[in-house]
Nanobody
Framework: QVLLVESGGGLAQAGGSLRLSCAAS????????MAWFRQAPGKEREFVAG????????YYVDSVKGRFDISRDDAKNTVDLQMDSLKPEDTAVYFC?????????????????WGQGTQVTVSS
């Protein structure tokens, strides 16, 4: 497993932007597919975006395509989520997650490392 710590959440107005960052410890970061999930009150945790090893491919849930951008820096062991054109329905706790080493990744992969979560609130 890797230790994941998120930062950058907060309050934004609809149409605004926020950037989330996730710092990872451990030597297996660059061997892991990384993702961001979110959980809104009363709802199940939802896969939002994912990025493959070396940043070759990206995956986004339909509701955030064209608005969110995931990136990773293997030299710094970080993965970021740039969120633009925010909507009130983006309000949730956002979690950084690392897939099990050797797995393909994506919404249905197995994630064995999770951050503590960071709150994002978008006002209308």
């Amino acid at each position: 497993q890797v230790l994941l710590v998120e930062s950058g959440g907060g309050l934004a107005q609809a149409g605004g932007s926020l950037r989330l960052s996730c710092a990872a410890s451990g030597r297996t970061f660059r061997s892991r597919y990384m993702a961001w999930f979110r959980q809104a009150p009363g709802k199940e945790r939802e896969f939002v975006a994912g990025i493959s090893l070396y940043g070759v491919s990206h995956y986004y849930v339909d509701s955030v395509k064209g608005r969110f951008d995931i990136s990773r820096d293997d030299a710094k062991n970080t993965v970021d989520l740039q969120m633009d054109s925010l909507k009130p329905e983006d309000t949730a706790v956002y979690f950084c997650a690392a897939s099990v080493v050797g797995t393909i990744g994506g919404p249905n992969s197995t994630y064995d490392s999770w951050g503590q979560g960071t709150q994002v609130t978008v006002s209308s």
